[in-house]
């Protein structure tokens, strides 16, 4: 509209000068010709070179000069009608070119936004499934591992390989059961189904309990440090327990059997630091991070203990979800071949208000 309304202004101002630059130059050129003409004859001059001379500066040279300027001015106005159709034209163009543009960026928002959608659901039906196998495999695995126990108390009687054989099958029934549970738990908490129940939790009753069960039956050297008036922590009590004895099993898992592991607790302003260290083969700090991430080992092959690279990145989204973190550091003793690894975890303590 305003672009409308300047464009006929300046079209009716076109119009008003190509009319003024005759009729104005033409109007003086009378009027100077008629005065000259009146007031020499008033006066009985006669139309002598006086006359002539001033006719020529009056009545043609200075309409001719308001001619020019006039033509002049209408030259700056064309050109100025010009470069406002321009920028017109230019604005135009860049209107549709931006419409286009978001036209076809909604396209691909759209399409983008199914694409999500159908990768959300693929992702539901790969935890359904998994979620379903695992839970499947379970009530079998229980009868194997009950079976297995029980023929592994009256084995007495059988030869020496035989009973070998079959506390192998133990072992390797806890292990494959301890998987299925692992997975069964990932898929559970990454689907906002495992029930996390958080209060106040005693941290030294619960470190004991875990190293009785991990560490204690292998016989491991271990050496204790609690900070004296330790606060309990915020956190569900099965689930932390469940983190602690994972790092407790991979510190007893890769470190040699005769060697001390080491058990901390302590406070850090407003969380407790609980650390597990050993004097094993540590992890390269370039791995550090990975091994936090689903599947990720490092130390693989033949000759490494056996393991799924599943236990640290369950224990990273299980404190996570207690408002912990957790974390790394290695090496940590000043031994070539043993350099060891610490994991800690940070917990929140529990605070009068939240109990
Ligand atoms: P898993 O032990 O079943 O392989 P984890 O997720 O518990 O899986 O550990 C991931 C990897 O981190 C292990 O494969 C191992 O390479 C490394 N790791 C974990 N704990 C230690 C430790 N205390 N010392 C050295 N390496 C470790």
Not at 117 to 146: C, I, W, Y
Not at 249 to 275: F, M, W
């Given at each position: ?26 109007f ?26 001033e ?45 286009e ?24 039906m ?67 189904k495992?029930d ?37 922590v ?28 080491y ?5 850090e ?19 550090q ?67």
């Amino acid at each position: 509209m305003k672009i409308n309304l300047f464009s006929w202004l300046n079209k009716s101002r076109a119009l008003d000068l190509n009319a003024l630059q005759w009729a104005l130059p033409l109007f003086l050129s009378v009027t100077a010709i008629l005065f000259e003409l009146a007031e020499h004859l008033q006066e009985g001059e006669s139309l002598d070179l006086g006359f002539d001379a001033e006719v020529i500066i009056f009545g043609f040279m200075g309409p001719l000069i308001i001619a020019i300027i006039i033509a002049w001015m209408r030259e700056i106005m064309s050109a100025e009608r010009k470069t406002a159709a321009q920028v017109h034209a230019l604005n135009r163009e860049l209107e549709n070119k931006v419409a286009e543009r978001t036209a076809a960026l909604e396209q691909r928002n759209i399409e983008l936004d199914r694409a999500n959608r159908e990768l959300q659901q693929l992702d539901e039906m790969k935890s359904e499934f998994v979620s379903l196998v695992s839970h499947e495999l379970r009530a079998p695995l229980t009868n194997l591992n009950g079976g297995l126990e029980l023929a592994l108390q009256h084995a007495d009687t059988l030869p020496a390989f035989a009973r070998r054989t079959l506390e192998t099958m133990v072992g390797e029934s806890n292990r494959l059961t301890q998987l299925v549970q692992t997975i069964l738990d990932i898929s559970r908490l990454e689907a906002g189904k495992l029930d996390i129940n958080l209060g106040p939790v005693a941290l030294r009753p619960l470190m004991e309990h875990a190293a009785e069960v991990v560490l204690i039956p292998k016989n491991r050297a271990i050496e204790w440090k609690f900070t004296a008036d330790l606060p309990p922590v915020w956190a569900d009590e099965i689930h932390l327990e469940e983190i602690v004895r994972n790092l407790m099993r991979n510190a007893e898992k890769y470190s040699p059997p005769a060697s001390t592991i080491y058990l901390c607790a302590c406070q850090e302003g407003d969380h407790v630091r609980i650390s597990v260290k050993d004097r094993g083969m540590g992890i390269p700090k370039e791995s550090q991070q990975y091994i936090f991430e689903r599947f990720g080992r490092v130390h693989s092959g033949e000759s490494a203990p056996p393991g799924w690279g599943l236990g640290l990145y369950f224990a990273r989204k299980l404190i996570q979800a207690q408002n912990g973190s957790i974390g790394v550091n290695s090496p940590i003793w000043e031994d070539a071949k043993s350099p060891g690894a610490e994991f800690f975890l940070l917990i929140p303590v529990a605070t009068f208000s939240e109990e």
